[in-house]
């Protein structure tokens, strides 16, 4: 029995993304089957789509883009996003999760949202999508994954300022993000034995404590007990040669303390194939690592790798779950 369709969100209307469900349409029909939930209004003029009622009605080889519709309040106006459509965003996602849960769809891949929008127009309390994911499953341990053709990093610590990480980066955080990395490494990815390869805070990881304390009072005791159980963990490393050709190898994953540290290498090695992955969920989800991109909304210059890969991999992870 094969997994069913994913169902792609249309992020917010006055962005990219009505643009790039279409794009990826054109580009997967044969390959991947999934359906997007938004306002057809909202699609660029000529975009070849066609209204569904139900996930069921989905599989490849269609003829258009299968539009679960959910309308949206006033009229399109790409580059400009507008606060009223603001809970029409957020009903979609909410649309999307309840469809994964109940296992009409694979899973979810979401096309970008502009928080402000949200948070002006719907009081919208969360830092981005996947805290918002979290909440709508119950799900308060989750972790941020951005993977490409040649590496996979996740950032212990996220959204947040930098000279706040020192304090947000404790033991229990950094156990929590390890194991549910080597957890969806082995569930989701197929690898049976995940090798991960952890940062450190500082430069040259401390360099044994002259230039900072956490990689040996917070990272390295993690560390060690994870390994005493059987992990397969290098580091604290220093993350300036962590990501070069040789060093990536090494690794299934790589584990980082902050935002950047993680996500400069693999938007540096492959900008357009990035994808973001949520581990930890009750669904799959994955996204384009990108925004709503509102400078070129409208005008044909989208990119729909990211969103091609993000679909591809969802696809491909709802089909190992079966």
Known sequence: MTAAPIALTIGDPAGIGPELAGLAWDALRDEVPFFLIGDPAHLPAGTNWVEIAAPDEVSVGGTALPVLPHRFDGARTPGQAQPAQAKGVIAVIERAVALAASGKAGGICTLPIHKQALQEGAGFAFPGHTEFLAHLCDTPDVVM???????????????????????????????????????????????????????????????????????????????????????????????????????????????????????????????????????????IRTSPDHGTAFDIAGTGQAHPTSTIEALRMAWRLAQRGR
């Not at 229990?172 to 049976?192: N, P």
């Not at 500082?202 to 900072?212: I, L």
């Not at 935002?259 to 938007?267: F, G, W, Y």
Request: a negative charge; charged letters at 20%.
């Open 145 to 283: 994954m951005l993977a490409g053709p040649d590496l996979r990093v996740v950032p212990v610590t996220i959204h947040i300022p930098l000279d706040e990480v020192k304090l947000a980066l404790t033991p229990d955080l950094l156990e929590t993000r390890i194991r549910i990395t080597h957890a969806a490494l082995i569930d989701q990815f197929g690898i049976a034995a995940p090798r991960l390869a952890v940062a450190g805070l500082n430069p040259h990881a401390g360099e044994g404590g002259r230039m900072g304390r956490e990689e040996i009072d917070v990272i390295a005791p993690v560390l060690d007990r994870l390994r005493a159980e059987g992990m397969q963990i290098s580091g604290p490393l220093s993350a300036d040669t962590m990501f070069h050709a040789a060093a990536r190898k090494g690794y299934d994953s790589a584990i980082c303390m902050y935002h950047d540290q993680a996500l400069i290498p693999i938007k540096t090695l492959d900008f357009d194939r990035g994808v973001n992955v949520t581990l930890g969920l009750p669904i």
